[in-house]
């Protein structure tokens, strides 16, 4: 197929790029940069199959002149504001880069009869649960940061164009995601305090945050083996089983970094930011059922991403 990716110079992105290069699809990339780099796609350069254009999404006549010239099969869109922290404290960020990313898309789909989509939601749909398994079809849904707001808003578009336009849309609710290429996020923000500071780690919240760590790998394999699906919307949550802390992060960190042992300086409070979950899990009953497990448990996926970073 020739396919769109949405913020394909991004974490996620790039490495779906690169998953949908070996299968042997045409891969169109859309990304502005706002949080993807030129480093994700560098390796690309000389890759005849890969086309790149340097684009706001946000602009819809631009995206529709790309839609009229490339004449994609199917978009996958990863285009958002993956930095919770940064829009709860300017919620125009999440109208922007998550909401207004999602109408162009799927309003250029519709222009150009292009009915296959994959759309990268997230588990703050759900809001704080209190770490209770939260299920794709019984679990209200009640986000309490404006990221997760404009996820959840994302998804209902999508329904509505998925109904009007006869699409066939698969959704993944997944949960934190780090690996290679990392740019941001608490694994990013210790090894960068460490690097500066030695002496001590600064840690938001109370340390007992706890949520599941899903590798990027795992992640664009549930992508891969699901993405073709039939008409209508087909909803997973995807991720694993098993949780990690945030002071056990901090604890691989230092290891890793050979600092094991230095003073740990907590700011206090259950959460690290207004809008965050601290305690969170997936009941994962519905694509397990469906023949996909995650090859990697939490605490492995943040020793190998740790491995990384530094």
């Not at 087909?234 to 089983?241: A, D, F, P, R």
Request: glycine share 8%; hydrophobic share 40%.
């Amino acid at each position: 197929m020739k396919v769109l990716v949405a913020g394909g110079a991004g974490f996620i992105g790039s490495h779906l790029v690169d998953a949908l290069l070996k299968e042997g699809h045409e891969v169109v990339c859309v990304d502005n940069f706002f949080i993807g780099t030129k480093r994700n796609i560098e390796h690309l350069a000389n890759e005849p199959m890969f086309h790149f254009y340097e684009q706001d999404i946000c602009d819809l006549d631009a995206m529709d002149r790309i839609f009229a010239e490339e004449k994609v099969e199917y978009v996958f869109h990863l285009a958002a504001n993956s930095d919770i922290q940064a829009s709860a404290n300017n919620p125009v960020i999440e109208y922007k880069n998550t909401y207004t990313t999602t109408f162009n898309l799927i309003e250029c789909m519709r222009r150009h009869n292009v009915k296959k989509l994959f759309f990268a939601s997230t588990s703050a749909v759900y809001g704080e649960k209190m770490g209770t398994e939260v299920a794709e079809t019984t679990t209200p849904l009640e986000p309490i940061s404006y990221y997760g707001a404009a996820k959840l808003g994302s998804e209902a578009l999508i329904s509505a164009y998925s109904y009007m336009n006869d699409l066939s849309v698969l959704v993944f609710r997944f949960p934190n995601v780090i690996g290679p290429r990392l740019t941001h996020g608490v694994i990013f923000d210790f090894v960068k305090r460490l690097k500066e500071d030695p002496s001590h780690l600064r840690i938001l919240g109370d340390g007992t945050q706890s949520k599941p760590y899903m590798h990027v790998y795992d992640l664009v394999d549930g992508i891969m083996k699901f993405k073709d699906v039939p008409q209508g919307i087909t909803l997973y949550n995807i991720g694993v089983e098993t949780q990690t802390s945030v002071t056990r992060i901090a604890e691989i960190v230092c290891e890793k970094m050979g600092l094991a042992g230095i003073p740990f300086e907590y700011t206090g409070g259950r959460g690290g930011w207004k809008g965050d979950v601290p305690v969170f899990a997936y009941d994962l009953s519905k694509i397990h059922a469906a023949g996909w497990h995650a090859n990697y448990t939490s605490d492995e996926t943040v020793a190998h991403t740790v491995e990384q970073v530094i």
